[in-house]
């Protein structure tokens, strides 16, 4: 045993002085379904309590958010809320659930898709069905082929209807910052509050491309 171990665990040690199930899990990666008292050692990772709550304890003993359906009065509706620490488990389990991930991705932003055969393609997300991202084209591309697009360095991009080309990340006497130059070589700094170009240069551009 370990006094520091057991103080941490504390609730699922009582449990287990009162022949509760508890499970364990050991920094070696090993685990236990049924604790025995060396278990709460200093090799111990972390464990939780075998009851009805046992899905939802795993779960916040590997870090994961719990949340709890509750009812707002103004308006009259349910809704899902993070749970606090002094909420734990005085409902029913099915006012519980794991917090859902958010999507890496949604609808309207730009990514860029890669892959060996085609690179760089540029879009607009119009839908997302599953692991597939569409263009206004209808042409579906897998999310883990996809990345957030940035501009890249000599890259024309739209800010605020004109076009720059990005610089990079640079000093300037404004401090440093993503900076921007249009032909005549005037150099601006924004926060990549910018939006891809597509298509063929205008022709006062591409001698300067």
């Known amino acids: 045993m370990n006094i520091a171990t057991i103080k941490k665990f504390k609730k699922e040690f009582d449990t287990f002085l009162e022949d509760g199930s508890v499970y364990a899990h050991f920094k070696n990666g090993g685990h236990r379904n049924v604790c025995t008292l060396e278990d709460f050692g200093t090799h111990l990772d972390y464990c939780y309590i075998d009851d009805e709550y046992v899905e939802f304890r795993k779960a916040l003993a590997e870090g994961k958010t719990l949340q709890v359906l509750l009812r707002r009065i103004v308006p009259n509706e349910y809704e899902w809320v993070d749970l606090e620490s002094d909420m734990l488990f005085t409902v029913g389990t099915y006012k519980y659930r ?17 892959t060996i055969s085609e ?6 997300i119009k839908e997302i069905k599953g692991k597939y ?27 605020k209807n004109q076009l720059w080309k990005y610089k990079g990340f640079q000093k300037t006497h404004y401090g440093e910052g993503h900076c921007f130059s249009t032909k005549d070589d005037e150099l601006i700094r924004d926060e990549l509050n910018c939006r891809p170009f597509i298509g063929e ?4 551009l591409k001698d300067n491309k």
């Open 98 to 114: 794991i917090k859902p991930e958010e999507p890496k991705f949604k609808v309207g932003d730009w990514v860029r898709f890669n």
């Open 119 to 124: 690179e760089n393609y540029t879009f607009r």
């Open 133 to 159: 991202l569409y263009d206004d084209k209808c042409d579906g591309y897998l999310d883990n082929c996809c990345e957030f697009w940035v501009p890249q360095v000599d890259e024309y991009v739209w800010i």
């Open 201 to 204: 240069l205008p022709d006062y």
